[in-house]
């Protein structure tokens, strides 16, 4: 069974810069999560989709932060413009349904961004 | 409010010694509770879960873990530490009829030689 996807892996840019980042989840798992996580920190929820959904965006910086899951299954983490305190590991998770009843998260390797 | 505690930033170990590292959780109901394992670069892994019946569970690498309702804990335990398990664990609890993850802050073990 394929893992959970995801790229760049590292990405540097200049602050004001704009970075996108692509997650193709686990074939059939319906929620989808994204996560930041600053070094030495632990992950932070950023989005979670539920099939195309949105089920969660309440700590997402919406002014330049977003992200959309069409057809329910890959999705696009975007960043514009970017800050320096962006820099981080962007962490992309799926489950099956999202209810503890099935199982847990499975992560993808993540994508480092570094903002100059 | 659901939340989970790991007390331990930061645990060093020699190489052969055992190993505990603490979870305590708050949750109104039976959590489901997972352990993860980080390694310098790598997303998360799974280690284990608990969801019900027995309460002390097996995982992968040889860890372990027990969960204790009354002391609303889930430490992780493994009897003989290898140089290979340096990295970071993450507790993480959710609910049955929820699809939010709580994450604990980690805790960072190295181990020494």
């Known amino acids: 069974e394929a893992g959970v996807a995801q790229s760049p892996r590292y990405k540097i840019i200049e602050k004001r810069q704009s970075v996108a980042f692509w997650c193709n989840p686990i074939?059939?798992?319906?929620?989808l999560y994204w996560y930041q996580q600053i070094l030495g920190q632990g992950p932070k929820l950023l989005i979670q989709?539920?099939?195309?959904?949105?089920?969660?965006d309440s700590q997402l910086p919406k002014d330049r932060f977003s992200a959309e899951r069409l057809k329910g299954v890959d999705s696009t983490l975007k960043i514009q413009p970017a800050k320096l305190e962006d820099s981080a590991v962007y962490l992309c998770?799926?489950?099956?349904?999202?209810?503890?009843?099935?199982?847990?998260?499975?992560f993808g390797e993540g994508s480092r961004l570094t903002v100059l | 409010a659901q939340s989970v505690t790991q007390p331990d930033i930061h645990i060093t170990v020699s190489e052969g010694a055992s190993l505990e590292l603490r979870c305590n959780y708050s949750?109104?109901?039976?959590?489901?509770l997972f352990w993860y394992v980080q390694s310098p670069g790598q997303g998360l892994q799974l280690l284990l879960k608990?969801?019900?019946?027995?309460?002390l569970v097996q995982g992968i690498k040889g860890f372990e873990a027990e969960f204790k309702r009354s002391q609303s804990s889930f430490n992780l335990r493994k009897p003989s530490v290898h140089w290979s398990d340096a990295a970071e664990y993450f507790c993480?609890?959710?609910?049955?009829?929820?699809?939010?993850?709580?994450f604990g802050t980690g805790t960072s073990l190295t181990v020494i030689p």
């Open positions: 989709f539920q099939n195309n959904g949105v089920v969660d």
């Open positions: 998770a799926s489950s099956l349904d999202g209810g503890g009843n099935t199982g847990e998260l499975f």
């Open positions: 949750y109104g109901a039976t959590p489901y």
């Open positions: 608990y969801f019900s019946g027995d309460t």
């Open positions: 074939s059939g798992h319906a929620t």
């Open positions: 993480l609890l959710t609910a049955y009829t929820g699809n939010q993850f709580y």
